[in-house]
């Protein structure tokens, strides 16, 4: 088996005009020296063997997790109301909150909110509960299942 060398190209004068010393002098005569790992051949294979399957049947690979289904529910709320309805969402689905998006409608007046969470038909029922008992002039339109 050849060895690698690796050796590193530096020219003897640095830009001040001083002679540039090898910093790992002691390394460098380790390496040139050292022998073979014992487990040396164990590492090396030869490209003409050709490859031999297992006795063993192959384990099934397991399947990745399906990703999770995101209901948008669109909610209007009025602009004074929207740090509550954050705040809401926040508490009531924890994690399973993916996104949130707004939009100001008439003036800034009211807001248009998309709150999306990973499809859980217990939390978009208890955002829905909470919204209607915190927020009793919030309209709900439509939801979207992806």
Request: aromatic share 6%; glycine share 2%.
């Amino acid at each position: 088996m050849n060895r690698l060398h690796l050796l590193q190209n530096v020219s003897p004068l640095s830009m001040f005009g001083h002679k540039i010393q090898d910093p790992f002098p002691v390394a460098r005569t380790t390496i040139d020296k050292r022998e073979p790992a014992r487990n040396a051949a164990v590492f090396q294979h030869s490209l003409q063997h050709s490859f031999q399957p297992a006795a063993t049947a192959p384990r099934p690979v397991p399947s990745p997790a399906p990703a999770p289904h995101i209901v948008t529910m669109h909610i209007t709320v009025d602009a004074p109301d929207l740090m509550h309805l954050r705040q809401l969402a926040a508490t009531v689905c924890g994690d399973k909150l993916s996104s949130i998006r707004v939009q100001p409608i008439a003036h800034a007046k009211r807001m248009n909110v998309w709150l999306s969470l990973k499809y859980d038909a217990e939390t978009s029922d208890l955002v829905m509960i909470a919204i209607m008992r915190h927020l009793p002039r919030a309209q709900f339109g439509h939801f979207e299942a992806n």
